[in-house]
């Protein structure tokens, strides 16, 4: 945990408190639980791929801020899937061909015939 906490912009201010919350932990019936979950909710990307400031500094992201991102990206996920795409020069060719084919004659005489 202070390995990481190290490599991250403010690592000094950010370790005084992990040491804090370590000393705090002793009091708790499980302080390793107690400073895992810490750690975790403070430092949620800890297990991705990391991402790095112009500095070259891990970029730290709280539990809270990693759950907002993926709320953005499933509402944006969804905006997408429910905008039907414009149709283009290029799809009315592919729509044309294909009113030509035998299949697509097909189904077009048997649904003028019922």
Not at 12 to 27: G, H, P, Q, T
Not at 80 to 108: C, F, M, Q, R, Y
Request: aromatic share 10%; net charge negative; glycine share 2%.
């Amino acid at each position: 945990m202070k390995q990481f906490i190290q490599q991250c912009r403010d690592s000094k201010e950010r370790l005084e408190i992990f040491d804090r919350v370590y000393a705090l932990s002793k009091a708790q019936r499980s302080p390793y639980h107690y400073m895992k979950m810490w750690f975790l909710d403070n430092y949620a990307n800890y297990s991705e791929k990391p991402e790095f400031d112009e500095k070259g500094f891990v970029i730290v992201k709280t539990k809270a801020q990693m759950e907002e991102e993926k709320r953005e990206a499933t509402k944006a996920d969804a905006t997408l899937e429910n905008t039907v795409p414009e149709t283009n020069e290029d799809d009315s060719a592919v729509n044309e061909v294909a009113a030509g084919s035998p299949k697509v004659n097909a189904i077009e005489s048997a649904t003028k015939a019922a």
